[in-house]
């Protein structure tokens, strides 16, 4: 079995420091956190501009001997300043962190490409890496896109993160993921969700973000997609519920969302 992570999206409603205590209650090695928001205005917890909840969420860590997988969400736009991630970075870097995800939210590539290149550098002076989600209504929308930026860049820290929804919704190819260098695949994102495909972007964006299944509950081929994963890195499950999360809490959803990541692994080892 890979380590699995508890990624921040499963239980946003939780604070990093409860979301440890659950992770660790239902036998998750890691956790992610969100200290970015998705989108303005967004849930998160800014835990470099909050010392005390900081010590607090370091505190736990300890005392579970749960580990830091990834921090999120940077999302480049337009007007993204890179110096001003740096703090983010340093956060990370005290927490143990291994890995920051990185969307991109500018329509211009090559200012998005030159910018994540020098976000790269700062990653990988403070001993993370930075990762590239490609989404269907981004502006790297697909995984040919992330691949051909992520190329240009000669900092080992810079990967592709591939979220098994977004994998399907883009009709991206196992042959496609086979021709990555597993070098810059650093962690990746399991899910589940219904065979058939939103016809909408808003229909996309609300299931990616809220509505999403257990591993094993849909219809998408995540045994396949595991087999063509690297077996050694961490895999993230991100399943947020919003609906079933108003009668279900967090810690049953993550437990039943780790049973099913385990399953899938399992099944995927033995074909």
């Given amino acids: 079995m890979p380590n699995f992570s508890l990624a921040a999206l499963t239980a946003l409603e939780l604070s990093p420091p409860r979301l440890v205590e659950v992770a660790a209650a239902c036998g998750f090695e890691q956790v992610g956190f969100r ?75 090559e200012r998005f490409t030159d910018r994540f290149a020098a976000y790269c550098e700062i990653s990988q002076r403070l001993g993370l890496t930075a990762d590239l989600e490609f989404m269907p209504w981004t502006s790297v929308s697909n995984l040919t896109t992330a691949v051909r930026i992520v190329e240009k860049i000669s900092s080992p820290a810079a990967g592709i993160l591939v979220d098994a929804l977004h994998f399907d919704r883009s009709a991206a190819s196992f042959e496609d993921l086979l021709r990555i260098p597993s070098h810059r695949l650093h962690y990746w994102q399991m899910c589940d969700a219904p065979a058939e495909r939103p ?17 094993g509950e849909g219809g998408l081929d995540l045994i396949g997609l595991t087999r063509n994963m690297p077996s050694e890195i961490t895999v993230s499950i991100e399943v947020p519920t919003a ?17 099913g990541a385990k399953a899938i692994v399992a099944a995927a080892s033995a074909a």
């Fill in 243 to 259: 609906e079933l999360g108003k009668t279900l809490d967090a810690e049953k959803r993550a437990r039943r969302a780790l049973q």
């Fill in 199 to 215: 016809m909408t972007t808003q229909a996309l964006i609300h299931a990616a973000r809220e509505e999403r299944m257990f591993p």
């Fill in 35 to 109: 200290f970015l928001p998705a989108t303005p205005g967004g849930t998160a917890y800014p835990l470099m501009d909050d010392p005390g909840q900081l010590r607090e969420t370091k505190s736990r860590l300890a005392a579970t001997g749960v580990r830091v997988a990834d921090l999120e969400v940077v999302a480049f736009r337009p007007e993204t300043i890179v110096g001003s991630l740096e703090a983010f970075l340093e956060t990370g870097r005290e927490l143990g962190a291994r890995h920051t995800l990185v969307a991109a939210y500018d329509p211009d590539l």
